[in-house]
């Protein structure tokens, strides 16, 4: 049976371990190699996810008793508004259509809804096939976007939002 649970500091090589194995899949086609090399050291060093951890981000892991199968993250990122931020959420794609993916995005709704939150907001490339595992689950898209993330790398991406 396949759980969640909140990840600590010392879960951040699981996070990485996840990305790493996941990314490729779900980006290759999408912006190749080197960009997922590029973000993937940018976004998912060490020092980065300590950081997000000490700023406040949740993580949450999914898994069964040695097997970790994915994760998301989320923060708030507008106090006055409530408005929270998923960041993350990947599994791996060995576990796809087994309802992981489901699961975290259930438990972050519950999470925020609890925390008093009026909208929980994510990015999303506009080519990732997960844009429509977010509007199947009542997201909408709120704008497009084309991030200049450095070294002649773009991120083009939809900002989607769920309203509670």
């Known amino acids: 049976m396949i759980t969640l ?3 600590k500091e010392q879960d951040i090589e699981i996070i990485r371990d996840i990305a790493a194995a996941t990314w490729p899949s779900t980006y290759l086609d999408i912006i190749g190699q080197a960009q997922i090399d590029y973000m993937l050291e940018k976004m998912y ?3 980065e996810l300590l950081k997000q951890f000490l700023e406040g981000h949740i993580f949450l892991i999914a898994e069964d008793n040695q097997n970790q199968y994915g994760f998301a993250g989320y923060s708030i990122i ?3 508004e409530k408005i929270y931020k998923l960041h993350k959420l990947y599994v ?3 576990a796809h ?3 992981v993916g489901k699961l975290l995005i259930n438990e972050v709704f519950n999470q925020v809804k609890n925390a008093g939150a009026s909208a929980l907001q994510l990015n999303v490339n506009k080519y ?4 429509d595992f977010y509007l199947k ?6 704008e497009s976007m084309k991030l200049d993330i450095g070294e002649g790398f773009y991120m083009d991406d939809y900002v989607m939002e769920y309203q509670f």
Do not use: D, H, Q, V
Not at 128 to 131: L, V
Not at 137 to 142: E, R
């Open 5 to 7: 649970r909140k990840a």
């Open 45 to 47: 060093n060490k020092g």
């Open 78 to 80: 507008n106090p006055e």
């Open 92 to 94: 791996l794609p060995s």
């Open 97 to 99: 259509g087994k309802g």
């Open 128 to 131: 990732n096939k997960a844009k």
């Open 137 to 142: 689950g009542g997201f909408t898209i709120k």
